[in-house]
């Protein structure tokens, strides 16, 4: 399967401050990238979907003014976490998906903690 | 609103045994079916795809898709206990849109 990298694998911030998570699609270019949230014991819940070069489409109940999504090629995307806070906490993963069997591939995941 | 139903588990299921995985799904136009597996504390990893009616098998696994029923099943034969682990099955209703539907998965447990 294709491979998706994630930085960092792990982050502690303060409240109140920024955070970047980067998704990268090593081997294959991603024309779609899916960002998602798994809080302990819970299911996966998609965030958004981003397409390169547009504007990501985010899911309802879910602020795009506090989660910036970037999809600026087709090999990276980035999530902004802006002003978090501790109920930001979380595990963040990415995926990719562009090939023509609709696969998703998901990166290692980023774990936020926020203090 | 489209859904993906599995039942949560846990399985359990002693070493070399057949461990069978259910999964039903709402959106009759759906095109293809995936079984993830997630280790706890690590992200999905991509086990098996299906998109025809039938079985499937890769190594010990055994994807089975019956279109008609709405039904997707995973089995997986001699288990291990290093297959002890959240299966999430997930479904893409086709078109160009690359979006999943996954179920909350199952949790398996292989008792060495």
Sequence with gaps: ?115 | QKEVEQNSGPLSVPEGAIASLNCTYSDRGSQSFFWYRQYSGKSPELIMSIYSNGDKEDGRFTAQLNKASQYVSLLIRDSQPSDSATYLCAVNGGGSNYKLTFGKGTLLTVNP
């Design chain 1, 1 to 115: 399967g294709a491979v998706v990298s994630q930085h960092p694998s792990r982050v502690i911030c303060k409240s109140g401050t920024s955070v970047k998570i980067e998704c990268r699609s090593l081997d294959f270019q991603a024309t779609t990238m899916f960002w998602y949230r798994q809080f302990p014991k819970q299911s996966l819940m998609l965030m958004a979907t981003s397409n390169e070069g547009s504007k990501a489409t985010y899911e309802q109940g879910v602020e795009k003014d506090k989660f910036l999504i970037n999809h600026a090629s087709l090999t990276l995307s980035t999530l902004t976490v802006t002003s978090a806070h501790p109920e930001d906490s979380s595990f963040y993963i990415c995926s990719a998906g562009g090939g023509a069997l609709y696969e998703q591939y998901f990166g290692p995941g980023t774990r936020l903690t926020v203090t």
